[in-house]
Nanobody, 125 residues
Framework: VQLQASGGGLVQAGGSLRLSCAAS????????VAWFRQAPGKEREFVAA????????YYADGAKGRFTISGDKAKNTVYLQMNSLRPEDTANYYC???????????????????WGQGTLVTVSS
């Protein structure tokens, strides 16, 4: 499976962006897809995940109430709507998927075998 992340850019604090993760080679309809981010000098961290095509969603504490993950099965694309952005949200954002992931590992980057190339989000103060 190949993942293509897009939608990053420069936005002022308080603004919004919508990231997209398009898949080819495999359908997302029953897979878990997650977003992670990595800021310079920091480890990759979990942001949000949509479990097996949308049965449940999971968020990092800092994303709750501001970010929404959703999927469009017809377009084989998962989105991350980010509102009320803060300078500390600045990072490269990556989407990931793995057909074998288990629920207890959904927040662990090492559990995902397939990754998109990343899209840069920069939030200015």
């Amino acid at each position: 499976v190949q993942l293509q992340a897009s939608g990053g850019g420069l936005v002022q604090a308080g603004g919004s962006l919508r990231l997209s993760c398009a898949a080819s080679g495999r359908t997302f309809s029953r897979q878990t897809v997650a977003w992670f981010r990595q800021a310079p000098g920091k480890e990759r961290e979990f942001v949000a995940a949509i479990w097996r095509g949308g049965t449940n969603t999971y968020y990092a504490d800092g994303a709750k109430g501001r970010f929404t993950i959703s999927g469009d099965k017809a377009k084989n694309t998962v989105y991350l709507q980010m509102n009320s952005l803060r300078p500390e949200d600045t990072a490269n954002y990556y989407c990931a998927t793995d057909p074998s992931i288990i629920l207890s590992s959904v927040r662990e980057a090492r559990s995902y075998a397939y990754w998109g190339q990343g899209t840069l989000v920069t939030v200015s103060s």
